[in-house]
């Protein structure tokens, strides 16, 4: 990640196909979630400008190993946060930080009540080109919107606390598709500045991979489709053991559960299955929701 301030190269980089799987769930009639702004940030960028943006663009559709069965992932993985994020905000939860927030517009798309805030956190590069591509398109955020240029393998929890974040109250803190490319190091560090940020009520949602990847599962077709339209995604994901977060907040005295995306497949009737025929670069991956204890 050290050098990544845009969208062009590494891990910047995933926020456009991730973004250009959104555009393709979007124009599905049975799409789980919609998003308008998806489609302008792909080809806003030369790296992306040729990628699918509608699904009548993927020539093998849903069997396609990228922007068919990964792509279900994304879509169903964004459908399962928007309904996390809204549960605790309807409820009373005020603040809302996205950590590593990419080319998220959840500030731009969702139904927000009022009096929220919603902090992104994510690499200037990344932040500017975001801003750029929405307001060439007269965006308007529907909730208050406070960006914050940060390293998150870094310290960040001063940034964020001078933005106006306050420690005292309750939080919903999202890291989709973060944590996966974060070294162990960084990643214990980040799940303990959540835990030092979040008071009683706090709700946090992340996405790991269970362990590095196996030799057979870094055969999987989707990392090779993958590399072809010019991202390496196993050179990006530290090979370094990883940490068990969920444990560490579980001591922290957080309640926590773990779940595999297949779960929520069979919850919404749409998203990946499990791939028998392949080594499963999916099957490690694991969506993880903990919450602080009112006390």
């Known amino acids: 990640m050290a050098g990544d301030t845009g ?6 980089l995933t926020a456009l196909m991730v973004a250009a799987a959104w555009a393709i769930e979007t124009h599905r009639p049975d799409a789980l ?8 940030f792909v080809r806003a960028s030369p790296a992306s400008a040729d990628w699918p943006v509608r699904p009548q663009q993927v020539p093998d559709g849903d069997a396609d190993p ?12 964004t459908r399962v ?3 996390f994020i809204l549960r605790h905000v309807r409820a009373g939860t005020r603040q809302v930080v996205l950590l590593g927030a990419g080319l998220d517009t959840r500030a731009y798309r969702l139904d927000w009540p ?15 080109f975001k801003a750029k591509v929405l307001d060439g398109l007269g965006a308007v955020p529907t909730v208050e919107r ?3 240029g ?11 606390t001078r933005a106006g974040f306050d420690p005292a109250a309750p939080a919903v803190w999202l890291a989709e598709g973060l944590l996966l490319y974060l070294p162990h190091a960084a990643e214990r560090a980040l799940i303990e500045a959540v835990h030092g940020l979040s008071a009683a009520g706090s709700a946090l949602a992340y996405e790991i991979k269970l362990s590095p990847e196996s030799a057979a599962v870094r ?29 560490d907040l579980t001591a922290r005295g957080w309640h926590t559960s773990v779940h595999t995306a297949f779960e929520f497949t069979c919850r919404h009737g749409r998203g990946p299955e499990p791939d028998p025929g392949w080594p499963d670069a999916i099957a490690a991956n694991r969506w993880v929701f903990a919450g602080r204890p009112r006390r």
Request: hydrophobic share 45%; aromatic share 10%.
């Open 114 to 128: 009022s009096g929220c805030t919603v902090f992104e956190l994510d690499q200037e590069g990344v932040l500017a």
């Open 146 to 148: 406070v960006p914050i």
């Open 150 to 160: 940060a390293d998150l393998r870094l310290e960040w929890a001063g940034a964020l």
């Open 7 to 12: 969208v062009e190269e590494g891990v910047g």
């Open 33 to 40: 979630a919609r998003d308008v702004y998806a489609e302008h």
């Open 66 to 77: 990228l922007w068919g069965r990964l792509g279900r992932y994304f879509g169903l993985r």
């Open 81 to 83: 946060l928007d309904d």
């Open 219 to 247: 055969e999987s077709p989707i990392y090779a489709v993958a590399r072809r339209t010019g991202i390496d995604l196993l050179a990006m994901f530290p090979l370094e053991p990883r940490p068990d977060s969920a444990g």
